[in-house]
T-cell receptor
Framework: DQQVKQNSPSLSVQEGRISILNCDYT??????FLWYKKYPAEGPTFLIS?????DKNEDGRFTVFLNKSAKHLSLHIVPSQPGDSAVYFC???????????FGAGTTVTVRA | GAVVSQHPSWVICKSGTSVKIECRSL??????MFWYRQFPKQSLMLMAT?????????EQGVEKDKFLINHASLTLSTLTVTSAHPEDSSFYIC????????????FGSGTQLSVL
């Protein structure tokens, strides 16, 4: 049973515009959420995270929004750059547990 | 950030042979490491949780006799795919936890296993 869902398998965006990636979760025990970026044949690299006590966290071009009532989070990348082209995974866990549940990923392509 | 080294990055083997994959935390001690498997264009699926000095905890559906995990030290966990078959071909990724529960996870670079 997929507890973290990324319903958009791919996203194409023009350089300089905003990329918005969405993620939904079903497990109400999750209270810590992370976004990872992954290139082919490489391990994921951490991008940004958010605790359930917040509804927004910003780090440079990356902002994560959390809507607990809707069990939904999103990652905004602005402005998008060609180097942002990668697969983005949403992940979630409870705050006292390392075990992560991953979404299926969204492939982002930034067009020049 | 912290470094997790995974080796080998790529391996081809014959059906029936065993393959060992190593995961090392280079600059921190990791009492807990995780092993994931990823099929093409799919999510990372947790296979097992490896705790230093104790038996690994396997996720439902993962054969513990086929995927042997050893976490003999605070910086090394190994995954051995025993009697590999073509359906075991996949991308395997480890991660290591820094700090106590709820701390940061760092991922290795992954191992692409192809079984002929």
């Amino acid at each position: 049973d997929q507890q973290v869902k990324q319903n958009s398998p791919s996203l194409s965006v023009q350089e300089g515009r905003i990329s918005i990636l969405n993620c939904d979760y079903t497990n109400s025990m999750f209270d810590y959420f992370l976004w990872y970026k992954k290139y082919p044949a490489e391990g994921p690299t951490f991008l940004i995270s958010i605790s359930s006590i917040k509804d927004k966290n910003e780090d440079g071009r990356f902002t994560v929004f959390l809507n607990k009532s809707a069990k939904h989070l999103s990652l905004h990348i602005v402005p998008s750059q060609p180097g942002d082209s990668a697969v983005y995974f949403c992940a979630a866990r409870s705050s006292n547990d390392y075990k992560l549940s991953f979404g299926a990923g969204t492939t982002v392509t930034v067009r020049a | 950030g912290a470094v997790v080294s995974q080796h080998p990055s790529w391996v081809i083997c014959k059906s029936g042979t065993s393959v060992k994959i190593e995961c090392r935390s280079l600059d921190f001690q990791a009492t807990t490491m995780f092993w994931y498997r990823q099929f093409p264009k799919q999510s990372l699926m947790l296979m097992a949780t490896s705790n230093e000095g104790s038996k690994a905890t396997y996720e439902q559906g993962v054969e513990k006799d086929k995927f042997l995990i050893n976490h003999a030290s605070l910086t090394l966990s190994t995954l051995t795919v025993t009697s590999a078959h073509p359906e075991d071909s996949s991308f395997y990724i480890c991660s290591a936890a820094m700090g106590q529960g709820g701390g940061k996870l760092f991922f290795g670079s992954g191992t692409q296993l192809s079984v002929l």
